[in-house]
Each structure stands twice: as structure tokens, then as C-alpha cells.
T-cell receptor
Framework: GQNIDQPTEMTATEGAIVQINCTYQTSGFNGLFWYQQHAGEAPTFLSYNVLDGLEEKGRFSSFLSRSKGYSYLLLKELQMKDSASYLCAVRETGGSYIPTFGRGTSLIVHP | DVKVTQSSRYLVKRTGEKVFLECVQDMDHENMFWYRQDPGLGLRLIYFSYDVKMKEKGDIPEGYSVSREKKERFSLILESASTNQTSMYLC??????????????FGPGTRLTVT
């Protein structure tokens, strides 16, 4: 089984940088996903990390440390449209290979 | 463009009714999933399927069943709806499991209310 922990809610200012953390405990790690979900909409894929280090995609970056069971999503130059829930999902080795989702972090960006 | 569609955005049913939620994907994906999403609980996996006519229980299968007769279609069935099944239901699909960054593509969701 897995235990995935994310903060419930964060607030930030337009134009700023915010870091959303995700910690996990798993018996065999096989990848971590980040999804974005706007209110009333479907989650959409943001990033995938399986090796340690930073993956950058425009204003969004995702970092992974497998030894620490830790990932973060970094959002730069925040815009109002970044207000959304951010879901961390971890996949284990063996079994079904289906990622387990954390409870999500609701990010509120204010002017 | 990748697409997952669900038959209804909003549905209201009475306790005891049999409810069908339909999901169709046009990406020729092997895997399909049904989740429910509740405030404070996140996304929880009900059932998944990795091939036609194959199904596997997820974390919360009680009170639900599924059907996958064709690759593109995955149905969720509530045999006898109860008020605690009021929730947002999300369907998703992905290509073959365990294949690297095989991200899931989600449908728009069905908000089901059972009265």
C-alpha cells in the first residue's frame, strides 16, 4: 500500500513562485505523476518523474527524490488561471501498476 | 486530439435504481478506469480494465460492477443506487500499463446524485 501526503490548500500571489510538495511511502517506487484539475473539470496531465532530479516544462517544473520519498511541483510566474487543484499520484512496482492519487492541493492565486 | 467522453454530466437517480454510466475513448487505449471523487478524499479507484472483457477491482468496488464488451467502451453499473454513492464519477484511459509515463486521460465527469 501507499501513503501519499500533500497540503490541503495553498495561497499565492499572481506573478510569484509556489512550490507544492508531495511525500509518499511505498514498497517499490515506479513513477510519480502530477495532474492539474480546475474546478468542475477533468484532471489533466502535467508531468511524470521516475528518476531523481528536476523536469522542466515552461512555467512548471517537477522534482523527485526517490531516497526521500519526496516530490514537488514548482509553478513560476503565477497566473490567475493557475488556481486549481494539483494532484500527486504514485505508481508502485508489481501488482496492477496503477497510480494511487493523493488527496490533492487546492491552490488559490490572488491578485 | 485525445478524447474521453462520458454519457452524462449530471444525473439524478432514486435510491434502489439501477444506474449505468458510460465512457468512451477514441485513442485505442488498452486500459480504462472508473474513479469517484469526493471532497477531502481525492480520487479513489473503483474498477479498472486492461483489456476487452477483463476487469479488476480497485480500492472501493463494493456496490459497483463494470462491463467492457468493446475496447473503446467501459461502463460502470450501480446495481442498486444508494445515497452514499452520490459523488463525481470520472472515467479515464491510458495506453498499456507500466509503460513509462503512461499518463491517464480523463473524461469530464458525471455528477451523480442519489435521492
Amino acid at each position: 500500500g501507499q501513503n501519499i501526503d500533500q497540503p490541503t490548500e495553498m495561497t499565492a500571489t499572481e506573478g510569484a513562485i509556489v512550490q507544492i510538495n508531495c511525500t509518499y511511502q511505498t514498497s517499490g517506487f515506479n513513477g510519480l505523476f502530477w495532474y492539474q484539475q480546475h474546478a468542475g473539470e477533468a484532471p489533466t496531465f502535467l508531468s511524470y518523474n521516475v528518476l531523481d532530479g528536476l523536469e522542466e516544462k515552461g512555467r512548471f517544473s517537477s522534482f523527485l527524490s526517490r531516497s526521500k520519498g519526496y516530490s514537488y511541483l514548482l509553478l513560476k510566474e503565477l497566473q490567475m488561471k493557475d488556481s486549481a487543484s494539483y494532484l500527486c499520484a504514485v505508481r508502485e512496482t508489481g501488482g496492477s501498476y496503477i497510480p494511487t492519487f493523493g488527496r490533492g492541493t487546492s491552490l488559490i492565486v490572488h491578485p | 486530439d485525445v478524447k474521453v467522453t462520458q454519457s452524462s454530466r449530471y444525473l439524478v437517480k432514486r435510491t434502489g435504481e439501477k444506474v449505468f454510466l458510460e465512457c468512451v475513448q477514441d485513442m485505442d487505449h488498452e486500459n480504462m478506469f472508473w474513479y469517484r471523487q469526493d471532497p477531502g478524499l481525492g480520487l479513489r479507484l473503483i474498477y479498472f480494465s486492461y483489456d476487452v472483457k477483463m476487469k479488476e477491482k480497485g480500492d472501493i468496488p463494493e456496490g459497483y460492477s463494470v462491463s467492457r464488451e468493446k475496447k473503446e467502451r467501459f461502463s460502470l453499473i450501480l446495481e442498486s443506487a444508494s445515497t452514499n454513492q452520490t459523488s463525481m464519477y470520472l472515467c479515464a484511459s491510458s495506453r498499456e500499463q507500466g509503460a513509462g509515463g503512461d499518463e491517464q486521460y480523463f473524461g469530464p465527469g458525471t455528477r451523480l446524485t442519489v435521492t
